[in-house]
């Protein structure tokens, strides 16, 4: 029997080893796509303990614990971060086949240099010594990110950010560039007329323009867009249920912004309409601007309403949704495409029935122009574990290029997290690994362990411009 965990963690023979150990794991980190805070880089956040780096914000785990009959208050309550620990240690056991046994064990691993199964038994011993160790400076977050080899970070912004922190990180030299995502999922919620309205008071603010008018609204975007240019980014992302691209005049589209500033609730087509619109022209402003964006696609979000009101988005009660996106994808896409204004993109599915859907869809858009223009991004979320992963990256290989793949991601607001980048690199190495010693491929070690090398690392560096800012 193996070893639990040892250094050959899923690669069950030597050629997926050799890969492995020669050609992924010694390869950097982009992480191209996280919710990290910058201020906690900027500030060179050092935690008190273990429970702060680990359990805070971590959605995953929250929801686990609940599942396995925790107490919200050892959660998202007033415990205390050690008893906030132990449940979550006990609960730790029962989480067997669950990629969070994996990931918990590989961070202990990785980071601290335990080796010991976490469990109620274990905790306090395991508690004090990492907390200690988080407690220094050697384990400040920056530190965080430069034992893990990282070397680019791209967080998830909101178009009202000030940018502050990843302007204080340019001036400082700090040496991983930590550019910023535009994301701006709130200018376009108008399904809530109040949530609404309140965020425009926050666009007019940091704008300085009067939003009385869509024109003004656009401006103010605008606005906003080209600062985050000027400021290092060159990346895009949404987060949606689905793609819309309904049908709408210019003068259908100003009406329903009159209709929702004026406190009114839409249609649902109007709705649809005035998201279509926006979509596109976010779109058509990165494509200006050479930049990347990305679509996450397919989550039933806030599903729980009693504790949507009690704790707030990103708490722990979302879900898989079954929404149907082909086809308007796919006029999405094309409405672009027909007016040369298709940027890079880069889409996510929750739904694993849209594996093959995705896998085929990146194929209509690549123009020639680079390769992989169209990508379909890493296992996302619920589907962030070995089968989901395998599964992504088998539909990939059959149905477009995995070669031309730009690898793995953390999603994630943890900076204990990065191992899930050796994680997705074992996986594909064992993929591999198999293959060739079934006489699948050709044992040619050079140009396989290459191709290993550009999904886990050099194609990402290529794809994002970014080869020449590190």
């Given at each position: ?147 893990m080899k990282v070397e680019m970070v791209c967080t998830t912004d909101d178009p009202t950010d000030s940018l502050e922190h990843h302007q204080q990180l340019e001036q400082e030299k700090f040496e ?129 309403s009693r504790m949507l009101q009690k704790l707030g988005p990103d708490t722990g009660w979302d879900s898989v949704g079954d929404f149907v996106q082909g086809r308007q994808l796919a006029k999405f ?138």
């Open positions: 029997m193996k070893k639990f965990l040892d250094e050959n963690f899923l690669l069950h023979n030597k050629t997926a080893q050799k890969l492995y150990h020669d050609y992924a794991g010694p390869m950097p980190i982009i992480d191209y796509h996280c919710h990290l805070s910058p201020r906690e880089i900027a500030e060179d956040r050092i935690f008190e303990n273990i429970s702060q780096a680990w359990l805070n914000g971590d959605h995953y785990k929250w929801r686990a614990m609940r599942i396995n009959g925790t107490d919200e208050k050892f959660i998202t309550g007033n415990a205390t971060d050690e008893e906030k620990f132990l449940k979550w240690a006990e609960t730790v056991p029962y989480t067997l086949r669950n990629p969070l046994y994996h990931w918990t064990h590989l961070e202990l691993q990785r980071y601290f240099g335990v080796p010991d199964i976490l469990s109620r038994k274990s905790a306090k011993k395991i508690y004090a010594s990492c907390s200690e160790k988080l407690n220094s400076p050697g384990f400040s977050v920056r530190n965080l990110l430069k034992k991983i560039p930590i550019l910023p995502a535009f994301r701006p999922d709130a200018a376009i919620n108008v399904d809530d007329p109040g949530m609404f309205n309140h965020y425009l008071s926050k666009l007019e603010k940091v704008s300085n323009i009067a939003i009385s008018s869509f024109n003004n609204y656009i401006s103010a975007l605008k606005k906003r867009h080209d600062y985050f240019a000027l400021n290092g980014c060159s990346v895009s992302d949404h987060g949606l249920e689905e793609i819309y691209a309904e049908e709408h005049t210019d003068a259908e589209v100003k009406n329903i912004f009159i209709k929702i500033r004026s406190g009114k609730k839409l249609e649902p087509l109007e709705i649809k309409k005035f998201k279509s619109a926006m979509l596109i022209t976010f779109a058509e402003w990165d494509h200006e601007k050479n930049w990347v964006q990305q679509f996450h696609l397919g989550a039933l979000r806030n599903n729980n896409l094309d409405t672009l495409d027909k007016e040369n204004k298709l940027a890079k993109t880069i889409l996510y599915n929750l739904n694993p029935a849209d594996n093959e859907l995705m896998a085929t869809m990146i194929g209509n858009f690549c123009d020639g122009s680079v390769a992989g223009k169209i990508q379909w991004g890493a296992a996302w979320w619920f589907l962030d574990q070995k089968e989901g992963m395998t599964k992504q990256i088998n539909a990939l290989s059959n149905m477009g290029l995995l070669s031309r793949f730009i690898g793995m991601l953390t999603d994630s607001r943890s900076f204990l997290s990065y191992p899930r980048h050796e994680y997705f690199r074992r996986i594909l190495c064992n993929i591999f690994g198999e293959e060739m010693e079934n006489g699948e491929m050709p044992d040619d070690m050079d140009w396989t362990g290459q191709l290993i090398q550009d999904i886990c690392f050099n194609n990402a560096k290529m794809y994002f411009n970014w080869q020449h800012t590190f």
